[in-house]
T-cell receptor
């Protein structure tokens, strides 16, 4: 298996622009998680989906952030408009409920820089 | 609230044993997970303790005591490649609540 795939790997954008991050989970996994990692705040869960349905979005910072999972093999995290404080590494992870559902497989991350 | 505490940094030498502690204050945790993250990389799963006691996987072992709200990761026969950040994470209804991580430096 190719593992969790994220794109782009790096994104540099100007404040106010829209940013869309993409994730393809591991085939057969039914839970998908979006995380943000910074030195100051560590690894924060933004939102997670189970069977394509958003279950918990309490970690989404504000209305500028939105996430979708239109099907089992694709999810997006959108920031509009972006701000410098959004600069971070964004990880997507997936897991399978039937096994150890707390064993999450992470993608390589998207390093976002907002100037 | 839900929080996990672990030391920010640990230093050890090759071949030694190191223990990284994690204490948590929360209700509803089903268990404790540990992840490793190398600089510039993604977190990778090491272990999950659903029950009290010690789980061993090769050079790494993980321990959980629910009554003490405490767990630890034990790394034996340390190698230079073990230099990384180690995160404990509390399991709660399919999601994980993460500690801030412990940076382990293994010196020759």
């Amino acid at each position: 298996d190719a593992g969790v795939i994220q794109s782009p790997r790096h994104e540099v954008t100007e404040m106010g622009q829209e940013v869309t991050l993409r994730c393809k989970p591991i085939s057969g996994h039914n839970s998908l998680f979006w995380y943000r990692q910074t030195m100051m705040r560590g690894l924060e869960l933004l939102i997670y989906f189970n069977n394509n349905v958003p279950i918990d979005d309490s970690g989404m910072p504000e209305d500028r952030f939105s996430a979708k999972m239109p099907n089992a093999s694709f999810s997006t995290l959108k920031i509009q408009p972006s701000e410098p404080r959004d600069s971070a590494v964004y990880f997507c992870a997936s897991s399978f409920d039937g096994g150890n559902s707390y064993e999450q497989y992470f993608g390589p991350g998207t390093r976002l820089t907002v100037t | 609230g839900q929080s996990l505490e672990q030391p920010s940094e640990v230093t050890a030498v090759e071949g030694a044993i190191v223990q990284i502690n994690c204490t948590y204050q929360t209700s509803g945790f089903y268990g404790l997970s540990w992840y490793q993250q190398h600089d510039g990389g993604a977190p990778t799963f090491l272990s999950y303790n659903a029950l009290d006691g010690l789980e061993e996987t090769g050079r790494f072992s993980s321990f959980l005591s629910r009554s003490d709200s405490y767990g630890y990761l034990l790394l034996q026969e340390l190698q230079m490649k073990d230099s990384a950040s180690y995160f404990c994470a509390g399991a709660n209804n399919r999601k994980l609540i993460w500690g801030l991580g412990t940076s382990l430096a293994v010196n020759p």
